[in-house]
């Protein structure tokens, strides 16, 4: 079992920042791919960024040059970045982390850190 726990949310203004961390443990397999998602209200969830254990990156269109990710694979701890924060951020964000530790594939999550944008 993996376990994932957020921090970093909260309440910024319009154009503010906030960084949010998501620190894993437990039976952590390796190569794999730690995100971030988010679910506003009323709304499915959607990716936001993720990185890969290599290094790749992969953003939402509504987020590049503005969000940025980075993981310490070396602390199994995947980072976000939010800069120029706009009202239509305000969600629910929670930590991924997915691959294969066998045949068949694995995925986790944490429990959600809230992001609100007030305008």
């Known amino acids: 079992q993996v376990q994932l726990v957020e921090s970093g949310g909260g309440l910024v203004q319009a154009g503010g920042s906030l960084r949010l961390s998501c620190a894993a443990s437990?039976?952590?397999?390796?190569?794999?791919?730690m995100g971030w998602y988010r679910q506003a209200p009323g709304k499915q969830r959607e990716l936001v960024a993720s990185?890969?254990?290599?290094?790749?990156?992969n953003y939402a269109d509504s987020v590049k040059g503005r969000f940025a990710i980075s993981r310490n694979n070396n602390k199994n701890t995947v980072y976000l970045q939010m800069n120029s924060l706009k009202p239509d951020d305000t969600a629910v964000y929670y930590c991924n982390l997915a691959g294969y530790p066998g045949r068949t594939p694995s995925e986790y999550w944490g429990q959600g850190t809230q992001v609100t944008v007030s305008s």
């Open positions: 437990g039976s952590i397999f390796s190569p794999n791919v």
């Open positions: 990185r890969t254990s290599g290094g790749s990156t």
